[in-house]
């Protein structure tokens, strides 16, 4: 099974581009979701949680994002111990997705490829890519932010590409979703005739 990696930063485009690979029929695995999820429901993640970020981390039974944030983007030591929790647990999901699937192709969608180790687990990486402007215009849009908050944001996702090796593929999203979407059927062609 060809399994490919998505990536870039936040308002790139990354979802809309994994919505057009479901629309292609290629079943798509988003990280940033399943985290949240495992995040919930694993009682072992929720208690490690608990212990390091506090009982305010959740609001119930649910999340409280906006506190874990407020802590972790200013804590960079916080930061990675809380991925050092969560990371593992998504690999480990995201290969249990895999052996569930009878697809000749998956894509597994996440914004720190990288950084979670995920890369290792893929045969490609496509990086999307887009202009700061066009990228502030549709965060602004969709998440009611503070260009302040943004750019932290855009500056803690910030895709490394000097850890990106061979098998990386780049596309730019521009905005046009009739060429992304043409984009995304020709570069998935030639991926699978590299397997």
């Not at 990354?14 to 029929?25: C, H, R, V, Y």
């Not at 399943?34 to 429901?41: C, D, F, P, V």
């Not at 496509?126 to 502030?136: E, F, L, P």
Request: proline content about 2%; charged content about 35%; aromatic content about 6%.
């Amino acid at each position: 099974m060809l399994k490919i990696g998505l990536t870039g930063g936040i308002g790139t485009g990354k979802t809309t581009l994994a919505k057009i690979f479901e629309k292609l029929g290629i079943p798509v695995y988003y990280a940033d979701d399943r985290a949240k999820e495992i995040m919930q429901t694993d009682p072992g993640i929720v208690r490690q949680i608990k212990a390091l970020l506090g009982d305010d981390a959740y609001r119930g039974k649910r999340l409280n994002t906006e506190y874990i944030a407020g802590i972790v983007f200013n804590d960079k030591d916080k930061l990675s111990k809380l991925e050092a929790i969560v990371h593992p647990a998504v690999r480990k999901d995201f290969l249990d997705w895999v052996a569930w699937q009878d697809a000749k192709c998956v894509v597994v969608e996440n914004a720190i490829l990288h950084k979670s180790g995920m890369d290792k687990l893929v045969d490609f990486i496509i990086v999307v890519i887009a202009g700061d402007k066009i990228r502030m215009e549709r965060l602004k849009k969709r998440d009611g932010k503070s260009e302040k908050a943004l750019k932290k944001i855009i500056n803690n996702q910030k895709t490394e590409r000097k850890l990106l090796k061979n098998n990386v593929f780049f596309i730019e999203n521009d905005g046009d979703i009739n060429i992304l979407f043409n984009k995304a059927s020709k570069l998935l062609m030639k991926l699978k005739k590299k397997c």
